[in-house]
Nanobody, 116 residues
Framework: QVQLVESGGGLVQPGGSLRLSCTVSGSIFSPNVMGWYRQAPGKQRELIAAITSGGSTNYADSVKGRFTISRDNAKNTVYLQMNSLKPEDTAVYYC??????????WGQGTQVTVSS
């Protein structure tokens, strides 16, 4: 059973920073793609950043230049460095890991609140 464990959420003031982490366990195969999604109250879950096993990245326009996704393949861990946070970044953040032909798994979600 593939499991994703997230950490790093919390309360931060506008302009502040947070780093989220997500570690994948339970599979001998590394994910092909790992990504971070978020869901704000009353809104649909949206993809904000993704990274392939080769290091190619993709970002939603709303976070470009402020958020950075990275991964440590040896640790099966993906990170999301979030800088210059805004109140509109407040949401539950979810980690996702995909192995083509294998698994498509989600973390439990971690709350990020940006407020003064």
């Amino acid at each position: 059973q593939v499991q994703l464990v997230e950490s790093g959420g919390g309360l931060v003031q506008p302009g502040g920073s947070l780093r989220l982490s997500c570690t994948v366990s339970g599979s001998i195969f590394s994910p092909n793609v790992m990504g971070w999604y978020r869901q704000a109250p009353g809104k649909q879950r949206e993809l904000i950043a993704a990274i392939t096993s080769g290091g190619s990245t993709n970002y939603a326009d709303s976070v470009k230049g402020r958020f950075t996704i990275s991964r440590d393949n040896a640790k099966n861990t993906v990170y999301l460095q979030m800088n210059s946070l805004k109140p509109e970044d407040t949401a539950v953040y979810y980690c996702n890991a995909v192995r083509f032909g294998g698994f498509n798994s989600w973390g439990q979600g971690t709350q990020v609140t940006v407020s003064s």
